[in-house]
C-alpha cells in the first residue's frame, strides 16, 4: 500500500521515528474499480427485477382480464403511444422542464442569499423566517389561483408558484449549515486575525455546504411538483402547455394511455433530477463529507 | 516574560466563576504546564493568554506587544481541521489569512510538515488519518506562523497512551530544537512531570494557582526518564499537591 511505503521512507530518512505509531493507520485504499461496478449492479438487480415483474404482470391482467384502454391501458401500449406522440409531449416536457429549471435556479440564487443575509443577524433571522414558514407552509394549490390572477404572463405565475414550493429547504437547509461552523475553528479564525469575509468563504461557505447540496436535492424534485400543480390550477392550453396540461386535456379526451405517457414523463423527469442533483452533491463531497465517502471496513 | 496575569477574575455569561484570583506568570522559553482538575479553568486561562476573550477583573499584560498577545499558536483538545481541505491546506491557512505571500508559506508550510513528520502526507484529507496523524497535522497548523508562544488545550488527551507517549517524545524534540515558549494545559500528573520545566498546579473552580513546582529534570528527557526515581519523586510530590489544591 502507499501509506505503507511512505511510512517507511519517512523512518529511514530519521532513525528515530522507526516507532511512528500513530503513523500506522494508513491512507484509505481505493477499492478496485471492476468491484464498484459489480457492486452497483448487484444492487440494482432487485428494484429493477421487481419492476420487470411489476410491468408484466401489469400487461398480462391488462390482457387476460381484457380491461379496456380507456380504464387502465397496458405498459406496452403506453410506450407505443409515447413513441407516437412525441411530437406533442416532447415539445411539452421542454416547457415543463423550463419553468421547473428557472424556479429551482431562482430558488437556490434566493435560498442562498436569503440564507446568507439571515446569518449576518439574529434579529434579520427572527424577523423573516416566520414568512418564510408561512409560504412554505400554505399550500400551492391554494395560492396559485390568485398568482395567476395576479400576474399577467402566465409561465411567470407558473414560474412563481414552483419558487415558493422550491425555495424553503434551501433556505433553511442553508441557514443551518451556516450556522454550523465548528466553534473551535471560529476560535482559531479569529486567533488568526480573520476578517469577516474570510470567515465566510472560508469556513461557513464550505461548512453549509453539505446542508445546502441537501437541500437542493429536495427542491429539486418539489420544484417539479410546484411547476406541474401550478400548471393544473392555470389549466391554459395552446402550444405554450407543458406536461400537466397534457395531462388534463388526455383526461378531458379519454386518450387514457397519453395520460399515462405524460404521466410516465413527470415521473421521468423527477427520476432524473433527483439522480442528477445527487451526483452534483457526491461530485462536490466526495473527498470529504461522510456521507459522500465508503465507508471502511 | 511573555505574559503576566494578575488577579485575573472570569466569569462567564451565564454566572459561571471560572477564575478567581489567579496569578500566573508565563516566562521565556519554558514549558510550562497548566495542571487541575477538569472544570478548573485551565482552558479559559488558556484561551485568555491567547487573546480569545477578555478578563472579568485583574489583569493581563503581554511583553512587547501593545496591549496584544503576539505571535501565538494554538492547539485545541481537538483536531480541529478543516474536513473539507487537505493536510497541506490545513497547514497553510494561518498565513493565508494573513496573506504571506504563496512562496514564503509553501516554503513555511514544507518546514512545518516536516517537523512533525507527515511528508508524502499532503494530499490526504483528514478523515483519512488517524487521531495522532490529525493531531500531528494540528500541530504543524500551530507552528507554521513560526509563534514566540504555542498554547496547547489538553492536545493528546483523546489519544491512546502509545500515540500520546510518542507524541509527548516529539514535542519534547521539537521543543528542545526550536526553544518556543510552551503553555500545555493537562490533567494528566505524569504527562506534566514527563513535559515540563514548571508545572502550575491549579485549585477546583472556581481556578487560581494552588502550587508551582519547577521540574529540575535535565533535557533532553528520553523514555528512560519515565522509568527514573527522580520521574517517581516529582509524580509523588505533585500528585500530593494536587490532591491538596483539589482539598482546598
Not at chain 1, 19 to 32: F, N
Not at chain 1, 41 to 60: F, K, M, T
Not at chain 1, 227 to 242: D, L, P
Not at chain 2, 73 to 95: C, D, H, I, R, S
Amino acid at each position: 500500500m502507499s501509506g505503507g511505503s511512505r511510512m517507511s521512507s519517512v523512518s529511514s530518512i530519521e532513525p528515530k521515528r522507526a516507532a511512528v505509531g500513530d503513523l500506522d493507520s494508513t491512507r484509505a485504499a481505493t477499492p478496485p474499480r471492476r468491484a464498484d461496478v459489480w457492486g452497483a449492479a448487484r444492487r440494482a438487480l432487485p428494484p429493477v427485477a421487481l419492476g420487470v415483474a411489476g410491468l408484466v404482470a401489469w400487461e398480462l391482467l391488462v390482457r387476460l382480464k381484457e380491461i379496456p384502454y380507456y380504464i387502465l391501458p397496458g405498459p406496452l401500449l403506453v410506450i407505443a403511444t409515447l413513441v407516437k406522440d412525441w411530437g406533442t409531449l416532447y415539445p411539452s416536457l421542454l416547457v415543463t422542464l423550463a419553468i421547473t429549471g428557472a424556479a429551482l435556479l431562482v430558488a437556490t440564487v434566493a435560498g442562498v442569499l436569503i440564507a446568507i443575509l439571515f446569518t449576518q443577524s439574529r434579529w434579520i433571522e427572527r424577523s423573516l423566517f416566520p414568512y418564510a414558514v408561512i409560504l412554505q407552509v400554505t399550500p400551492v394549490v391554494a395560492i396559485a389561483p390568485l398568482i395567476i390572477i395576479w400576474v399577467k404572463s402566465i409561465p411567470l405565475a407558473l414560474l412563481i408558484c414552483a419558487w415558493i414550493v422550491a425555495f424553503f429547504p434551501i433556505v433553511s437547509n442553508t441557514t443551518l449549515g451556516l450556522n454550523s461552523a465548528d466553534h473551535n475553528l471560529l476560535n482559531l479564525f479569529q486567533l488568526y486575525g480573520a476578517s469577516r469575509r474570510q470567515v465566510f468563504w472560508h469556513l461557513k461557505l464550505p461548512s453549509a455546504m453539505p446542508y445546502f447540496l441537501g437541500g437542493l436535492r429536495i427542491s429539486g424534485g418539489l420544484a417539479l411538483i410546484g411547476a406541474v400543480v401550478a400548471e393544473f390550477v392555470a389549466g391554459t392550453g395552446g402550444v405554450q402547455s407543458g406536461l400537466a396540461y397534457r395531462v388534463l386535456e388526455s383526461g378531458y379526451t379519454m386518450q387514457i394511455p397519453r395520460m399515462f405517457a405524460a404521466l410516465l414523463m413527470i415521473t421521468g423527469t423527477g427520476i432524473v433530477i433527483f439522480l442528477a442533483l445527487t451526483a452534483l452533491s457526491h461530485l462536490v463531497l466526495r473527498s470529504w463529507h461522510e456521507s459522500a465517502v465508503k465507508r471502511e471496513g | 516574560m511573555i505574559a503576566r496575569l494578575q488577579q485575573v477574575d472570569k466569569v462567564y455569561a451565564n454566572g459561571v466563576v471560572a477564575l478567581r484570583g489567579l496569578d500566573l506568570d508565563v516566562g521565556e522559553g519554558e514549558f510550562l504546564s497548566l495542571l487541575g482538575p477538569s472544570g478548573c479553568g485551565k482552558s479559559t486561562v488558556l484561551r485568555l493568554v491567547a487573546g480569545l476573550g477578555e478578563v472579568s477583573g485583574g489583569r493581563i499584560e503581554w511583553s512587547g506587544g501593545n496591549g496584544r498577545p503576539g505571535d501565538i499558536g494554538f492547539v485545541f483538545q481537538e483536531p480541529t481541521l478543516m474536513p473539507w481541505a487537505t493536510v497541506w491546506k490545513n497547514v497553510l491557512l494561518p498565513l493565508k489569512l494573513r496573506g504571506v505571500p504563496l512562496e514564503e508559506a509553501e516554503a513555511r508550510g514544507r518546514e512545518a510538515i516536516g517537523m512533525v513528520g507527515l511528508d508524502g502526507f499532503e494530499h490526504a484529507y483528514p478523515r483519512e488519518l488517524s487521531g495522532g496523524m490529525k493531531m500531528r497535522v494540528s500541530i504543524a497548523r500551530a507552528l507554521v506562523t513560526h509563534p514566540r508562544v504555542l498554547l496547547m488545550d489538553e492536545p493528546f488527551a483523546s489519544l491512546d497512551e502509545i500515540t500520546r507517549f510518542k507524541l509527548d517524545n516529539d514535542l519534547l524534540a521539537l521543543w528542545a530544537r526550536q526553544r518556543w515558549t510552551v503553555v500545555f494545559v493537562t490533567h494528566s500528573v505524569y504527562e506534566s512531570v514527563y513535559l515540563s520545566t514548571r508545572i502550575a498546579v491549579m485549585t477546583a473552580r472556581p481556578g487560581r494557582t494552588a502550587s508551582e513546582v519547577a521540574i529540575d529534570a535535565p533535557a533532553p528527557r528520553d523514555e528512560s526518564f519515565r522509568t527514573s526515581p527522580l520521574y517517581n519523586e516529582y509524580c509523588r510530590s505533585v500528585s500530593a499537591r494536587l490532591a491538596e489544591a483539589i482539598r482546598s
